[in-house]
């Protein structure tokens, strides 16, 4: 059935922006492609992109809200589109981020659909198939080898909340909003939550595409805003946590695989394992504030 602007949607899909581009424009065409029985809507967050982007915005039939980029808020933006939703179920998704199929939806939402055991649900979240990628992938195990990222998953019930793909009862978000949060603000819902006694569902048919491709600058950037980000929700990376992590010696054998089978091709895919753990380290314990 789609998005009928006229009825109460059932979901309310919302999507911070800023530049995103054709590939938004992709994600936005295969969101309006959704086959489900009931309305949806989508919200876009818009923090000062381009005109191009926002002509492919204007393509769709989506409410778009602009704020200023020095206002951006990874808690607080994605609060404001809660805020500005009407429906029953907030879904939130990034800007690059393409549903796999035209039933991603109805699937996500099903553990909110058949009773109040859930609060949130937890989609899947895979490569792109057909486009360049960062050999050690952007998520899961292969990414996040250290043991900060292996503590709060195995302290959350295996599940490691990202609102790259995911979904929260409206009535829970309004009980416990994301609040203000420079980075990590899924991870720190989930905290929040799971002090409440709220679960997370996790449905591995709801699957969204997710790729980043890191250079080296990109790759510094992002590990150790990751280390801060678990430094402002008291999860500390030790020094012995990061010579352990540094030393075990399963990724040097993947690195090797890679290497020989021509599949590590930069610089920054060479250096990942050894230097994810002194990055991460750096920004829980060394950064004084946060590495934009």
């Known amino acids: 059935m789609g998005p009928v602007q006229q009825?109460?949607?059932?979901?309310?899909?919302?999507?911070?922006?800023?530049?995103?581009?054709?590939?938004?424009?992709?994600?936005?065409?295969?969101?309006?492609?959704?086959?489900?029985?009931?309305p949806f809507e989508v919200i876009v967050v818009d923090s000062g992109s381009a005109a191009a982007s926002l002509e492919i915005l204007r393509g769709f039939p989506v409410r778009l809200h602009a704020v200023e980029p020095t206002a951006f808020n990874h808690g607080l933006t994605r609060d404001l589109g809660a805020s500005l939703a009407r429906g029953e179920h907030l879904v939130f998704l990034n800007q690059d981020v393409v549903p796999c199929d035209d039933r991603w939806l109805l699937t996500l939402?099903?553990?909110?659909?058949?009773?109040?055991?859930?609060?949130?649900?937890?989609?899947?979240?895979?490569?792109?198939?057909?486009?360049?990628?960062?050999?050690?992938?952007?998520?899961?195990?292969?990414?996040?080898?250290?043991?900060?990222?292996?503590?709060?998953?195995?302290?959350?019930?295996?599940?490691?909340?990202?609102?790259?793909?995911?979904?929260?009862?409206?009535?829970?978000?309004?009980?416990?909003?994301?609040?203000?949060?420079?980075?990590?603000?899924?991870?720190?819902?989930?905290?929040?939550?799971?002090?409440?006694?709220?679960?997370?569902?996790?449905q591995s048919d709801a699957a969204a595409f997710h790729t980043h491709n890191y250079d080296m600058p990109a790759l510094v950037r992002r590990c150790q805003q990751e280390g801060f980000g678990w430094r402002l929700l008291g999860e500390t990376y030790s020094c012995t946590d990061m010579l352990r992590d540094t030393l075990s010696?399963?990724?040097?054998?993947?690195?090797?695989?890679?290497?020989?089978?021509?599949?590590?091709?930069?610089?920054?895919?060479?250096?990942?394992?050894?230097?994810?753990?002194?990055?991460?380290?750096?920004?829980?314990?060394?950064?004084?504030?946060?590495?934009?």
């Open 7 to 38: 009825s109460v949607p059932k979901a309310s899909i919302v999507i911070p922006s800023k530049n995103g581009g054709a590939l938004l424009g992709v994600a936005l065409q295969r969101i309006f492609g959704q086959s489900t029985p009931w």
């Open 109 to 202: 939402l099903e553990p909110l659909e058949q009773g109040e055991e859930y609060a949130a649900v937890q989609g899947a979240i895979r490569e792109f198939p057909d486009r360049p990628r960062f050999y050690w992938d952007s998520g899961g195990a292969r990414f996040y080898f250290t043991r900060e990222s292996e503590r709060w998953i195995h302290g959350h019930g295996g599940i490691g909340f990202s609102t790259v793909n995911a979904a929260i009862r409206r009535a829970i978000w309004e009980a416990c909003p994301f609040g203000d949060a420079v980075f990590m603000e899924d991870k720190k819902w989930q905290h929040a939550a799971a002090a409440r006694g709220f679960r997370i569902a996790y």
């Open 249 to 292: 010696p399963a990724k040097y054998g993947d690195l090797w695989r890679g290497l020989r089978a021509g599949h590590v091709r930069t610089v920054a895919e060479v250096l990942f394992p050894f230097i994810r753990p002194w990055l991460v380290f750096r920004g829980n314990r060394l950064c004084r504030r946060y590495p934009a």
